[in-house]
């Protein structure tokens, strides 16, 4: 079964022999407005322009040479190719198919058991969990669903910010200035603090700087103070985004940071040597990138200390080693681009010819009144606050809207971290997202709370009957255009990873659900005649479909709300 856009498409697209490709065609085509001008509908103009015949021609030889065992007829109308299915025929096919499949359908094997790496999350130690870092966890995570779903193996992997000169900043800072117990109680906001802090004296006591450049060359000579004191805010710090992790119910298989590549950088740089690929640059060592155009990989710094670039090529290297990706993807803020562009150009000097496949996926802005949220100078936005604030809301709203529900507390961290997720992923993935709790929980708009709502209402309709649903095909309007919907799902499961933008399931979810309900207040469904099986054969394969769509989004769909 294919969905019926790509039927109509593959018919179009033997009948002009090759003039158009598929993807063009699919591109193409439209829903016509009114329905008594079919199902579908494939405009001739983009034809008539190229073979200059007039559209109208065009579409009445096309709709004389075209057919298929799906459509009941195929119309010129004017410039318009317009299809009508076999209505009862194709919804039987496709109902039956997601009845028998269930959270299966969609399933696509694309990927052929092939590993992909997914870089994402990623933050970075003794520093709050930055809204750029929630945006690189949302879609990384619903990247490796989706990964699955076609049949890829998803390895994710928090490449923790954990090394870099800024720990000798730290270091400085904490034996000038720190506090034990404080760094205890709350470590994430002490240790910025002192970070803060250490910017601040460094502006009128340039001798900080380079104290802070001996802890540094200390932990990297494996000095015990050092490293002690760098494992205490490391562990830290893990303990509390933990506790984000846990809220957004997401598992990383390696916690491999930066730090974990510190006795491969040695390695990496003799390798670099040996090609003849280092130069020196004002003492630092660096490749040069010049025939791309682009400014030099900085690999050694001048004072012989190991850089952000030098790590990932080490961790580009042993990713490769380890898991032997097919596609090796990086979901990292649009400020690093020039970074990976470096890495990956680095890996091919080198020789690496997996370096193709290393994909570095960036994303907009998440911003508050049209301004980037910053967790910098001092105005910390503790992330585990921002969610349990969004439970709270949800936990208010199950109360005035439901407030003998069971297991109300699951609930409530379904639909508040839903909500949270869902609100960053619906709008296209290089897009700003505009923050704003109120919106986001909305009960109203395009929200996971809609999409959640929407799902437990189907469901409460299949608790009410007992017999297994089965169908034999529909043919109203309502029906068939969820049907028409339903058909699409395989496809957009396909796109939404081939793109990598989760934001084309989200689209898809939010259609889904604004068709269920346009049905559900128009048509009685419980009803009972000769059509209530079919009818609630289409409702549960809505649930089946919508919360499929949400799985792959990282929302939950509770049945009952
Ligand atoms: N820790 C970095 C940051 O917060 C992101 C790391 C991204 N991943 C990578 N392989 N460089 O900016």
Not at 138 to 151: D, F, P, T
Not at 220 to 245: C, M, N, P, V
Request: charged share 20%; aromatic share 10%.
């Amino acid at each position: 079964m294919e969905s019926y856009q790509l039927t109509f498409a593959q018919a179009l697209h033997t009948a002009l022999q090759g003039k158009l490709s598929l993807q063009h065609i699919t591109n193409l085509l439209e829903t016509p407005r009114r329905k008594e001008l079919g199902d579908a509908a494939f405009p001739c103009f983009t034809l008539a322009k190229e073979l200059k015949i007039s559209p109208v021609d065009i579409a009445q030889e096309l709709a004389e040479a075209i057919s298929h065992p799906a459509f009941e007829k195929v119309e010129a109308h004017g410039p318009y190719v317009n299809v009508f299915f076999h209505r009862l025929s194709f919804s039987a096919e496709v109902l039956s198919r997601i009845l028998r499949e269930g959270e299966h359908y969609g399933d696509h094997d694309a990927g052929n058991g092939a590993t992909v790496t997914i870089d994402l999350s990623s933050p970075n130690i003794a520093k709050p969990f930055s809204m750029g870092h929630l945006r690189s966890t949302v879609i990384g995570a619903s990247l490796s669903h989706l990964a699955e779903k076609n049949g890829y193996v998803p390895i994710r992997i928090n490449y923790l910010g954990d090394w870099g000169t800024q720990f000798g900043k730290l270091i400085t800072a904490y034996l000038h200035w720190g506090d034990e117990d404080r760094v205890r109680k709350q470590p994430i906001i002490e240790l910025l603090a002192l970070y803060v802090m250490f910017h601040e004296k460094a502006q009128t006591n340039p001798a900080l700087n380079d104290e802070a450049r001996l802890w540094f060359k200390k932990l990297e000579d494996g000095d015990e103070q050092a490293l002690q004191l760098w494992k205490w805010f490391r562990d830290e710090s893990i303990q509390s985004f933990q506790k984000t992790y846990d809220l957004l119910s997401i598992s990383f298989h390696s916690y491999n940071g930066e730090a974990f590549y510190n006795d491969k950088i040695a390695g990496v740089v003799n390798q670099l040597r040996a090609k003849g690929l280092l130069t020196l640059s004002d003492g630092a060592e660096v490749v040069s990138l010049e025939e791309h155009g682009l400014p030099p990989c900085l690999i050694v710094k001048r004072d012989g200390a190991s850089t952000y670039a030098v790590r990932d090529l080490a961790a580009a290297i042993d990713r490769y080693k380890t898991y032997h990706f097919k596609k090796s993807l990086y979901v990292v803020g649009p400020e690093q681009s020039l970074h990976f562009q470096q890495v990956m150009l680095v890996l091919e000097k080198m020789g690496y010819t997996w370096a193709k496949e290393m994909i570095h996926i960036p994303f907009g802005f998440i911003l508050k009144e049209g301004k980037k949220m910053s967790t910098r100078k001092g105005k910390i936005i503790l992330l585990e606050e921002v969610i349990a604030e969004a439970i709270s809301l949800a936990r208010q709203t199950i109360e005035l809207k439901n407030p003998t529900l069971p297991n109300k507390e699951v609930v409530a961290k379904q639909i508040g971290v839903g909500s949270l997720i869902f609100h960053d992923l619906k709008n296209d993935r290089l897009g700003n997202v505009e923050f704003s709790l109120q919106t986001m929980l909305a009960f109203e708009g395009d929200t996971a709370l809609y999409l959640q709502y929407t799902h437990a209402r189907a469901c409460s309709l299949l608790r009410k009957v007992t017999s297994a649903p089965s169908t034999s095909g529909l043919c109203d309007d309502h029906s068939f255009s969820i049907v028409k919907h339903l058909s699409l799902f395989p496809v957009i499961v396909q796109n939404s990873f081939s793109h990598y933008e989760p934001s084309q399931l989200a689209k898809y979810a939010i259609q889904l659900a604004h068709l269920f309900n346009a049905y559900y207040s128009a048509v009685r469904i419980l009803t009972e005649d000769s059509e209530r099986d079919n009818r609630l054969a289409l409702v549960k394969s809505v649930t089946i479909v919508l919360k499929e769509s949400l799985r792959l989004l990282g929302v939950q769909a509770p049945e009952e709300l």
